[in-house]
């Protein structure tokens, strides 16, 4: 059974950090794209950062870029989300996604993701 399980998250002060975890089971991820997406209230769900593990190739968004690095750990079947310099609008509920297709382009939107988790909450405020 494929599975997905996010941890990691919490309430942090504007400025500070947090490391977001997503574990899988059932499947490993070397051949796979993970895909970070979050979600907050009265807002779409939006791709944050993706990593196909099959070439090492990664994606940020815009609003993101130089504070959130994605990882994956292939041994441990956990892919990482290390976010720096957190503002109040990163907040919001964040999800690891899984697709085993071989995309190639545009492949952080969160329709081509087959596999994903619950959800981790993120908060940052003073």
């Known amino acids: 059974q494929v599975q997905l399980v996010e941890s990691g998250g919490g309430l942090v002060q504007p400025g500070g950090s947090l490391r977001l975890s997503c574990a899988a089971s059932g499947f490993t991820l070397d051949h796979y794209v993970i895909g970070w997406f979050r979600q907050a209230p009265g807002n779409q769900r939006e791709g944050v950062s993706c990593i196909r593990n099959f070439d090492g190739d990664t994606v940020y968004a815009d609003s993101v870029k130089g504070r959130f690095t994605v990882s994956s750990d292939n041994a441990k079947d956990t892919v990482y989300l290390q976010m720096n310099s957190l503002k109040p609008e990163d907040t919001a509920v964040y999800y690891c996604?899984?697709?085993?297709?071989?995309?190639?382009?545009?492949?952080?939107?969160?329709?081509?993701?087959?596999?994903w988790g619950q959800g981790t909450q993120v908060t940052v405020a003073s």
């Open positions: 996604a899984a697709t085993p297709r071989r995309v190639f382009s545009n492949y952080c939107l969160d329709y081509k993701y087959d596999y």
